[in-house]
């Protein structure tokens, strides 16, 4: 049976605190089910805005999307989670990632380290907030027991192996970085590619025999576009993702464009392929993806 979907929003901006206020009243209003907040420089600092959208809201969850472990040790991570999920009445899902921005680790002075590295340390950060969170010594204390939901996110088998063993929700990330990491923009992989590694976490979560649910799986939409010319918009997103066709695009769930019910019709046909049934849009898309919820409601 399908999971039912859920839609979450990644909140980008803090303009003052009544505008803020506002976005997360009227997110709310729209449908979406949980509210998010990245982890960047330049961006809101995830666990007060969190706090501030609580207090604010009935209904929604509350997220980070995600976390940039460079910029986290897990013992004062650990009491940040326990804070907020305390002060949001246990509404937090901890969503945390590898990092991938370099420019972000030098302007903040901190080591960014090779891909092994980083994912070698979300793999210690996750064993150690489940041990601290878990801890009945642990002050102050988390609302939600053992932990609250964990939500991993990425691309490479080390990671999807770490989701697969400890992630309520598994976050795809349908991009993969230069081979050699250098910086620059992510390229968006295929359908196909990421229908495989959809296929290959399925394996990780099978070897690892933890017994629980099935996680969640998690996309991150980038574009939404109300449109009555797919195929036109298609072709003028071509230059972006030069390695796939025009089928390609207009089948990848990173781009919803139609009409309100084209969009719905295109997320059904996403989970039904690919399992994902939680999907994120980004806060300048919140207004326009809003009818898709309508369109979704109670499925």
Known sequence: MARPFRFGVNLLTLESAPAWREKCRRAEQLGYDVLLVPDHLGMPAPFAALVAAAEVTERPRLGTFVLNLGFWNPALLARSVATCDALT??????????????????????????????????????????????????????????????????????????????????????????????????????????????????????????????????????????????????????????????????????????SPKDMADQLRAHRERFGFSYFTVLEHRMETFAPVIEELHGE
């Open 89 to 258: 009445g246990g509404r937090l899902e901890l969503g945390l990632g590898a990092g991938y921005v370099q420019a972000e680790h030098d302007s903040a002075g901190l080591p960014f380290g090779s891909p092994r590295e980083r994912v070698d340390h979300l793999e210690h950060t996750v064993g150690e907030l489940e041990r601290l969170l878990a801890d009945p010594e642990q002050q102050p204390r988390p609302a939600q027991t053992p932990r609250p939901p964990l939500l991993l996110g990425g691309n490479g088998n080390r990671l999807l192996r770490v989701a697969a063993r400890h992630a309520e929700v598994a976050a795809f990330t349908g991009a993969v970085r230069a081979p050699d990491d250098a910086p620059g923009p992510m390229k968006m992989i295929s359908p196909e590619a990421l229908e495989e590694r959809v296929a290959a976490f399925h394996r990780f979560a099978a070897e690892a025999g933890t017994g629980s649910e099935p996680a969640e799986l998690n996309y991150l939409i980038q574009m939404v576009e109300n449109t009555d010319a797919r195929r036109a918009k298609a072709r003028e997103l071509k230059p972006y993702a030069p390695d796939l066709t025009e089928e390609q695009l207009l089948d990848h769930p990173a781009l919803l464009l139609g």
